[in-house]
């Protein structure tokens, strides 16, 4: 079974510019979390979606947004970048029976690193 | 809240000793956590997990953990270290009974690996 992959694997962007990231999760697995880290905070929960709704939301500016469509692939933008938001973005994929479930485990992809300049 | 505090944030043991990552979790509520490891440039691989079965946890790669209540600790273990095994460790907490999508990580640390 493929594990979750995401797209772009490196991106550099400048401040002020928008960015679109994408995590394909692996196949059967409806929920989707996204988890920025950095050297500084450390990882952080940014949002999870679960049937294309957003389930869970973190503590992060609504420059911040994601979506999930019908396959559970998944996207998450980031609007007028800042130099703040370079870091590497990970995006993990769970199999969820219910909306609400008790825990399952999450599998990571390999992240998008992204450098704002 | 839940919460994980490492300590330590870079541990250096020699290849064959024994390598002990300290990890203690507040949660008011019994508690599932993990072990991750994460490996340059890549994503998050889980070592292992607690979800109120076995105290002592085993995992890959011969890590293991005990979840001590008492204590709220569930430190890591290998009896015995491999240069591969230098890498970044999290540790991490989820809450039962939850939508538990949310884990909430440690710090991190840094495992080095003296030859």
């Known amino acids: 079974k493929a594990g979750v992959t995401q797209t772009p694997r490196y991106l550099i962007k400048t401040r002020g510019q928008q960015v679109t990231l994408s995590c394909s999760p692996i196949s059967g697995h409806r929920s989707v979390s996204w988890y920025q880290q950095t050297p500084g905070q450390g990882l952080q929960f940014l949002f999870e979606?679960?049937?294309?709704?957003?389930?869970n939301k973190g503590n992060f500016p609504g420059r911040f947004s994601g979506r999930q469509f019908s396959n559970s692939r998944s996207e998450m933008n980031v609007s007028t970048l800042e130099l703040g938001d370079s870091a590497l973005y990970l995006c993990a994929s769970s199999f969820s029976i219910r909306q609400t479930s008790s825990y399952n485990e999450q599998f990571f992809g390999p992240g998008t690193r992204l450098t704002v300049l | 809240a839940q919460s994980v505090t490492q300590l330590g944030s870079h541990v250096s043991v020699s290849e064959g000793a024994l390598v002990l990552l300290r990890c203690n979790y507040s949660?008011?509520?019994?508690?599932?956590l993990f072990w991750y490891v994460q490996y340059p440039n890549q994503g998050l691989q889980l070592l292992l997990k607690?979800?109120?079965?076995?105290?002592l946890v085993k995992g890959i790669n011969g890590f293991e953990a005990e979840f001590k209540k008492s204590e709220t600790s569930f430190h890591l273990t290998k009896p015995s270290a491999h240069m591969s095994d230098a890498a970044e460790y999290f540790c991490?907490?989820?809450?039962?009974?939850?939508?538990?999508?949310?884990?909430?990580f440690g710090s991190g640390t840094r495992l080095s690996i003296r030859p």
């Open positions: 607690y979800t109120s079965a076995a105290t």
């Open positions: 991490a907490v989820s809450v039962s009974g939850s939508s538990a999508s949310k884990i909430i």
């Open positions: 979606y679960f049937s294309e709704t957003q389930r």
């Open positions: 949660s008011s509520v019994p508690p599932y």
